[in-house]
């Protein structure tokens, strides 16, 4: 399901910034071995974007080994960005541009709302959406 949103949030707005014709979406999963993958069957087909964005940072980590392999500049000729602000995108040696889903705040909700349930018998579901937030670090440049 999250898939499945994120892949609709994202062709939603490209169409709503009139980039219709440049939504390409490859399938894979969520590690890095899927981001190699996915950078590869771009480099073969000859049509490299100049820009990325993975599904997760442990993917974007992938995509960024196969092209850094390949000699593909990254922000030069590709921007990149992830997902998730994990750890590792925090690295020097990734220094990935990415998109925060803020866990500390997630698990801030979750704690509280498990000690509703079990202190205030709360037995009613709630729902709580987080603005996600862009961080840029060195995987992305100005447009040309």
Do not use: K, W
């Amino acid at each position: 399901m999250i898939a499945t949103d994120r892949r609709r949030g994202y062709r939603t707005a490209m169409r709503r910034h009139g980039l219709d014709d440049h939504i390409r979406v490859l399938r894979g999963d969520h590690t890095e071995a899927a981001g190699e993958r996915a950078a590869r069957e771009l480099l073969d087909s000859g049509d490299v974007p100049t820009a990325v964005r993975a599904f997760n940072d442990q993917c974007a980590i992938g995509v960024l080994a196969a092209l850094a392999s390949a000699g593909v500049s990254v922000p030069g000729e590709v921007s990149f960005v992830g997902y998730d602000d994990d750890t590792l995108s925090r690295l020097s040696c990734f220094n990935l541009t990415t998109v925060s889903q803020s866990a500390e705040e997630q698990a801030r909700y979750a704690v509280t709302g498990a000690v509703q349930c079990r202190d205030h018998d709360r037995t009613e579901p709630r729902e709580v959406v987080l603005t996600p937030r862009l961080v840029l670090r060195g995987t992305t440049a100005e447009p040309a």
